[in-house]
């Protein structure tokens, strides 16, 4: 059974750094896709990073790339976002997402990822 936990989230200020991680208690992230998504308040859950599960292929948003970068540890049954640069703009919810193999590019999409973490807030201060 999946059982995702995401931690990590805090205060930061622009230009400063976090690192988020999603643990599955329940062991199986090695054999899934992985994606990170965000949620501003008033806003649609809006895709941000994602991993495969096989060779390990990322996939971002044009908002994160180049600051943001998704990695696994499958022995430690864990996924990380770590976020450089920080603006305001990335304040949000950050939830973490367990899925199947991607089909014809479609890791942004929630419909990927059946299952979800509760999510984690991250504040970016100006």
């Known amino acids: 059974q999946v059982q995702l936990v995401e931690s990590g989230g805090g205060l930061v200020q622009a230009g400063g750094s976090l690192r988020l991680s999603c643990a599955d208690s329940?062991?199986?992230?090695?054999?899934?896709?992985m994606g990170w998504f965000r949620q501003a308040p008033g806003k649609e859950r809006e895709f941000v990073a994602a991993?495969?599960?096989?060779?390990?292929?990322?996939y971002y948003s044009d908002s994160v790339k180049g600051r943001f970068t998704i990695s696994r540890d499958n022995a430690k049954n864990t996924v990380y976002l770590q976020m450089n640069s920080l603006t305001p703009e990335d304040t949000a919810v950050y939830y973490c997402a367990a899925g199947r193999a991607f089909e014809s590019g479609d890791y942004y999409s929630r419909n990927v990822y059946p299952h979800w973490g509760q999510g984690t807030q991250v504040t970016v201060s100006s």
């Open positions: 329940g062991r199986t992230l090695s054999s899934r896709s």
């Open positions: 991993i495969s599960w096989n060779f390990g292929g990322t």
